[in-house]
């Protein structure tokens, strides 16, 4: 999923809340579940106080372009309750929520999209970071 195949960053208490998650039954075995073990298993892990502040992590709101149309948006990372199908918000469970994590601006992910044709984000901005505003324990 994740094009870039470097290493990651994560904070310790995104990891400890996905990890938890993972373990419910709810989501033990969901569709993307080894795809985000994956993920949490090639990070960097860092305290909450020592994430970049053009790093991905959860609740952090990125600006992303479509390399291909140009086009942007703007994504919120959530954790699955809070995924409630607003515009915008994309659950870390879901497979570009898993991708997303732990990128930093100007790094890409690429995914296949249902109607069969890859798509491929760049993170541009980082509008809004849990970490970077003081938010440690969110």
Do not use: C
């Not at 860092?46 to 994504?75: C, F, I, K, W, Y």
Request: hydrophobic letters at 40%.
């Amino acid at each position: 999923m994740n094009s870039n195949t470097s290493q990651i960053t994560l904070s310790s208490l995104d990891l400890e809340r996905i990890e938890e998650l993972l373990e419910l039954p709810l989501y033990r075995n969901f569709v993307g579940a080894d795809a985000l073990r994956s993920e949490l298993a090639r990070a960097e892990i860092v305290e909450p106080d020592q994430v970049p502040a053009d790093l991905v992590t959860m609740n952090s709101v990125a600006r992303v372009e479509d390399v291909v149309t140009g086009e942007s948006h703007e994504l919120t990372l959530v954790y699955p309750r809070e995924a409630d199908g607003s515009p915008g918000k994309v659950s870390v469970f879901a497979p570009v929520g898993s991708a997303m994590l732990g990128l930093r601006v100007g790094q890409s992910i690429e995914w296949q999209v249902p109607a069969g044709r890859k798509l491929r984000l760049r993170v541009t901005a980082i509008a809004y970071q849990p970490e970077a505003s003081g938010h440690l324990h969110r």
